[in-house]
């Protein structure tokens, strides 16, 4: 069993009801392999947590750049608090080490943990805030993630509309989207690509570009005007 008393000590929270940060590190498979576990799975604190950290990063975004319109502060946001950002900021908190896993999730790499990891860094907000209190919350969150936004910045990246787009779909839709090349057309050294955007069959929007990838990535900025992300 993972040293949780070790982890508070590292994250700087002295929980009242440490039941509730082990609740936040485990996942739905453990339940599976482990039905003798008296805990609940950390999907309820997830859904808390990602609330306190859209409020805690709005506020803090909406303060720091008050010139900003609100385009730009939405971008901003998303990279901040997308499944990498997060799990990144899990993994320097060592909450890999942590997590309750069944042995097939514990085998997991590559994206697939680092929704596992996100998802554990929004529930252990979701801890705190239940735990501590919004205040506490926010500590946790100001130290752990806002750091990130001048490099956020410097490298662009909340211009990266894909991912912001699949990130929403997957949030808000539980879908991953895809893209479809729906025509080619000019000579080899002037084509013009037109690329379709999926949610499921519905087509959300088209973009255009001299190659598919610049298509995907106007249809996914057209993706998330429409549907308002």
Not at 108 to 123: H, N, P
Not at 210 to 229: H, I, R
Request: proline share 3%; aromatic share 10%; net charge negative.
């Amino acid at each position: 069993m993972p040293d949780f008393d070790s982890f508070a000590q590292k994250i700087g929270v002295r929980f009242n009801n440490p039941a509730l940060l082990i609740e936040a590190v485990t996942h739905r498979s453990y339940l599976n392999e482990h039905r003798e576990f008296p805990g609940s799975h950390n999907e309820r604190l997830e859904f808390l947590g990602d609330a306190v950290l859209e409020l805690a990063a709005t506020d803090f975004l909406f303060k720091k750049f008050p010139a900003k319109p609100e385009g730009e502060l939405t971008s901003y946001r998303a990279a901040l608090v997308n499944t990498s950002s997060l799990a990144e900021s899990a993994r320097a908190l060592d909450l890999n080490e942590c997590l309750l896993l069944s042995k097939g999730e514990a085998r997991d790499t590559g994206r697939a943990r680092d929704v596992i990891l996100a998802d554990a860094f929004e529930a252990v907000i979701g801890a705190i805030y239940l735990d501590q209190g919004y205040a506490a919350a926010e500590a946790f969150i100001v130290q752990n993630l806002f750091p990130k936004i001048d490099e956020v910045i410097t490298t662009r990246a909340y211009q990266d509309a894909k991912s912001r787009f699949q990130e929403m779909a997957q949030d808000k839709r539980g879908v991953t989207p895809n893209y479809e090349t729906l025509s080619e057309e000019g000579p080899d050294h002037a084509k013009l690509f037109t690329v379709g955007l999926f949610v499921g069959r519905e087509e959300v929007a088209r973009g255009e570009g001299a190659s598919k990838q610049e298509a995907e990535q106007k249809a996914a900025v057209a993706g998330l005007d429409k549907m308002g992300w």
